[in-house]
């Protein structure tokens, strides 16, 4: 029997999941698959859109051709969101059997249990002896690695890669070892995607990550990014650069410096203090103009205090006016002094102590931003955490540059870890949905049941996989590492439960 077509939402491991009354002599089962051209898949996609259109035209769209675009705008949006990689594929299911009579029995069975897990299956009269060669050119169909990897447990998947660390295990005991930096089992980046409720045990998994990489690589250079200063009590007596800022501190993480520097575009500097600051959007152009002009923050304020002396200069004036927020106030702490020297240091942790949601958002992206562009080397891997970034990722300026972050470190040998506590903060908007769309490693801890349309259209998880984690306990998710998804369980030693404990 050949299978070419299957439904989106089949178990993990469907394959594994056959249970057959009648017990054939031997049952195998074979995937056959050949990595296909991009470049072609999209073209024959558009051809089959185009298709459709005509015939519904007529009203002659066939019931096949529906099902065939269906399968076609998945496939698109794999390619498209999760860089998937498209393949011609088939499965054959080979029975052998003593009897006739016990082979029309087995293969009846088959054929239903097959379909009950969403599977199709059809025995093709005409190419038997050649399907049974492997020969058979029947059946051939086009998917991508994503949606096939559900079939991957067929044999019992374990993630055991080189150079990795133990982070859990899964449903079956068997030990999860991974290395974020290696590019296996489809990923294409180390970027991570953590999310969980509180007492999940969110926070703790980042300690387990950071330590756990530090002591594989003692070159390591990490860079943690802490608005509610946790990480600083972790490894208090560990970091070689361990500081809580705290209201009164001057940071001066100039956002125009980062500017001038060509470490962020223009643009996006200025998008983050209109929309933190309430600036009209008509004074977007001058103020774009006028940061591409200044070295600094203070420079900025004396060129448009000079241009606001001129006859109709009104709108340098307003813009003026707005800007005085960055260099008066609470928030002038923030922006104003000189920032911390990261040269040298190869385990930073940055805290932030303040009751100002304002200050802490304001604070955490410059950080962020300071942290990342530090000159650190190129030749050694870097990773760099921010934990409760749903602060950051509900203003779209804000989202878009960790997305741009989330899509330039991967060339500069760099994880970037994001951390929330709810799934939805990740699809607040369109740049917060990319910036978890481009991690190649997502952690799913446990969320509220308020979170299954979420779960569903960003993780694209099955009812039964969601039903886990809303049920879930402490250290209990869905691991997603590139085309690999898994049930995990992560675990820590007594003396790290006691060591990282946040309650």
């Known amino acids: 029997m050949v299978s070419y077509a299957f439904s989106t939402i089949i178990p993990e491991g469907a394959l594994g999941l056959l249970e057959l009354k009648n017990i054939p002599k031997r049952l195998e089962i074979v995937l056959q698959f050949k990595k296909l051209d991009e470049m072609k898949v999209r073209s024959y996609l558009t051809t089959l859109v185009l298709k459709q259109q005509r015939m519904s035209r007529y009203a002659s769209s066939s019931v096949q051709i529906e099902q065939m675009v269906a399968t076609s705008q998945q496939l698109k949006r794999e390619i498209d969101e999760l860089s998937a990689i498209p393949l011609q594929f088939r499965f054959l299911f080979i029975v052998h059997a003593h009897t006739q009579n016990e ?8 054929a239903q249990k097959v379909q009950q897990l969403g599977i199709r299956v ?7 002896h050649e399907l049974y060669e492997l020969e058979s050119k029947v059946g051939y169909r086009i998917s991508s690695n994503i949606s096939l990897s559900k079939f991957y447990p067929l044999a019992g998947l374990q993630i055991l890669e080189p150079n990795g660390i133990f982070l859990g295990t899964d449903e079956k005991g068997n030990p999860i070892v991974i290395n974020p930096y290696s590019a296996v089992n489809g990923r294409q980046n180390p970027h991570w995607a953590i999310t969980g409720t509180t007492g999940a045990g969110k926070t703790t998994t980042g300690a ?8 594989l690589n003692n070159d390591m250079i990490v860079i943690v990014v802490d608005p509610m200063a946790n990480y600083n009590q972790f490894f208090q007596n560990e970091a070689d650069f361990n500081v809580v800022f705290k209201d009164g501190d001057s940071l001066g993480l100039d956002p125009v410096k980062l500017v001038y520097d060509n470490v962020v575009s223009s643009g996006n500097i200025a998008d983050f203090v209109i929309e933190n600051y309430g600036i009209p959007a008509k004074l977007r152009g001058i103020l774009i103009s006028q940061l591409e002009r ?3 923050l203070n420079e900025l304020m004396d060129n448009l205090e000079d241009l606001a002396k001129r006859k109709h200069a009104t709108e340098y004036r307003k813009l003026e006016n707005f800007l005085l927020n960055l260099v008066s106030g609470a928030d002038k702490y923030v922006f104003a002094g000189n920032p911390v020297d990261l040269k040298n240091k190869k385990f930073v942790i940055l805290g932030l102590k303040t ?6 958002r304001l604070a955490s992206t410059m950080l962020m931003l300071y942290a990342y562009i530090n000159k650190l080397p190129r030749d050694v891997e870097k990773l760099i955490l921010v934990d409760e970034a749903h602060f950051l990722f509900e203003y779209p300026s804000i989202a878009q540059i960790i997305a741009i972050i989330y899509r330039t ?17 990740y699809n607040m908007n369109q740049y917060s949905r990319e910036a978890f ?30 039903q886990f984690i809303i049920k879930s306990s402490r250290g209990q998710g869905i691991l997603r590492t590139g085309a690999i998804t898994t049930r995990i ?4 030693t007594e003396k790290e439960k006691e060591k990282w404990r946040t309650e």
């Open 122 to 128: 059809d025995t093709p009269c005409c190419a038997q």
């Open 437 to 466: 769309q481009l991690a190649n490693n997502k952690l799913i801890l446990k969320q509220e049941k308020e979170a299954f349309d979420d779960l569903k259209n960003l993780m694209r998880l099955s009812d039964e996989e969601i």
């Open 294 to 296: 200044a070295k600094d």
């Open 103 to 110: 082979l029309e029995a087995i293969t009846k069975e088959l």
């Open 409 to 425: 470190a991967r060339a500069l040998r760099t994880s970037i870890i994001t951390m929330t506590q709810l799934i939805q903060h």
């Open 208 to 215: 387990v990550l950071i330590d756990r990489l530090r002591k």
């Open 355 to 360: 009751d100002d949601a304002r200050k802490r």
């Open 489 to 492: 369980q992560i675990q820590l």
